[in-house]
């Protein structure tokens, strides 16, 4: 009581009540702990978005917290956590956000074992949180095949004409002398487009009889390709083979590889299947891994 005042101190209850909390779960800061949450303004609210507030630190432990947050600055240099349109235009890559986590977590427990664990996640979670911002502060970015094959199939090539679809049956055409290429639109038309309902996407070239389709609740796509055009009144024929998909980034290879040099190009990216029954127990067995 000694401390008592006559007005009403708000941020004082705040923190008292923040304290006790993380006494309920055991958790005892030291000055360089609290120091950290107080730089990241996270002291309060562990569920507030991180930033650097320097001034909410003493001079005394601003240069000790520096040096933790120098340490989790060349863990993850060089790292980004991209974009995942298939959550919506906004939404980042869980992927990438999981590994940044792990890199940092990791450097600055090994260059600073004395912190608590509050301490080093709300770094952690500061360096995602810039990462992540710096990415959609950007256009959804247009990632290109890689130079090999550029050079396999070489430019000619390159689709001129593509339709997108989803599965509600809605299209959109990009052409060959549009602003931007057709990565680019592929992936801002998922980000209009994706839902929990909607997630099924394809990309094809009507021209060359060929296509790709992409199932995002699955993990998996489907490269399409005629082998017989319908003649008479007759159905075509289609050849569908079948991989799984490694996360956002294999998406973005396969739909580039696809821009680039067609169903060709997509050989060397999985192993493709034919067998829908033989497809299913490879989906089953990565998903039980």
């Given at each position: 009581?000694?401390?008592?005042?006559?007005?009403?101190?708000?941020?004082?209850?705040?923190?008292?009540?923040?304290?006790?909390?993380?006494?309920?779960?055991?958790?005892?800061?030291?000055?360089?702990?609290?120091?950290?949450?107080?730089?990241?303004?996270?002291?309060?609210?562990?569920?507030?978005v991180p930033?650097?507030?320097?001034?909410?630190?003493?001079?005394?432990?601003?240069?000790?917290?520096?040096?933790?947050?120098?340490?989790?600055?060349?863990?993850?240099?060089?790292?980004?956590?991209?974009?995942?349109?298939?959550?919506?235009?906004?939404?980042?890559?869980?992927?990438?956000?999981?590994?940044?986590?792990?890199?940092?977590?990791?450097?600055?427990?090994?260059?600073?074992?004395?912190?608590?664990?509050?301490?080093?996640?709300?770094?952690?979670?500061?360096?995602?949180?810039?990462?992540?911002?710096?990415?959609?502060?950007?256009?959804?970015?247009?990632?290109?095949?890689?130079?090999?094959?550029?050079?396999?199939?070489?430019?000619?090539?390159?689709?001129?004409?593509?339709?997108?679809?989803?599965?509600?049956?809605?299209?959109?055409?990009?052409?060959?002398?549009?602003?931007?290429?057709?990565?680019?639109?592929?992936?801002?038309?998922?980000?209009?487009?994706?839902?929990?309902?909607?997630?099924?996407?394809?990309?094809?070239?009507?021209?060359?009889?060929?296509?790709?389709?992409?199932?995002?609740?699955?993990?998996?796509?489907?490269?399409?390709?005629?082998?017989?055009?319908?003649?008479?009144?007759?159905d075509p024929?289609?050849?569908?083979?079948?991989?799984?998909v490694d996360?956002?980034?294999?998406?973005?290879?396969?739909?580039?590889?696809?821009?680039?040099?067609?169903?060709?190009?997509?050989?060397?990216?999985?192993?493709?299947?034919?067998?829908?029954?033989?497809?299913?127990?490879?989906?089953?067995?990565?998903?039980?891994?």
């Open positions: 009581m000694r401390t008592a005042t006559e007005t009403p101190n708000a941020k004082r209850a705040q923190e008292y009540r923040a304290d006790r909390r993380r006494t309920e779960r055991g958790v005892v800061l030291g000055p360089l702990d609290a120091a950290i949450l107080k730089y990241t303004g996270q002291y309060l609210h562990g569920s507030t930033r650097r507030i320097p001034d909410a630190v003493g001079p005394a432990l601003l240069p000790e917290v520096m040096r933790v947050i120098a340490t989790a600055e060349q863990a993850c240099a060089g790292m980004r956590i991209g974009r995942d349109p298939r959550r919506r235009k906004r939404a980042t890559d869980k992927r990438d956000w999981d590994r940044l986590t792990t890199a940092v977590d990791a450097a600055v427990r090994r260059a600073h074992p004395g912190l608590v664990e509050d301490a080093v996640r709300t770094v952690s979670f500061l360096m995602c949180s810039e990462a992540s911002d710096r990415s959609r502060s950007t256009p959804i970015d247009d990632d290109e095949a890689a130079d090999g094959d550029r050079a396999e199939f070489g430019e000619s090539a390159r689709k001129t004409i593509l339709s997108f679809t989803d599965d509600k049956g809605v299209e959109k055409k990009w052409r060959q002398g549009c602003p931007r290429s057709a990565t680019a639109e592929f992936w801002e038309f998922v980000g209009d487009r994706s839902t929990g309902d909607n997630e099924v996407f394809t990309v094809e070239d009507e021209e060359m009889g060929e296509g790709i389709q992409l199932h995002f609740y699955a993990d998996s796509i489907a490269r399409v390709t005629t082998v017989r055009a319908g003649e008479g009144g007759s024929e289609y050849r569908v083979e079948y991989s799984l996360g956002m980034d294999g998406y973005r290879k396969l739909v580039s590889a696809f821009v680039r040099g067609g169903c060709a190009a997509l050989g060397q990216h999985g192993s493709w299947m034919t067998d829908v029954a033989e497809f299913e127990r490879a989906r089953r067995r990565r998903d039980a891994a």
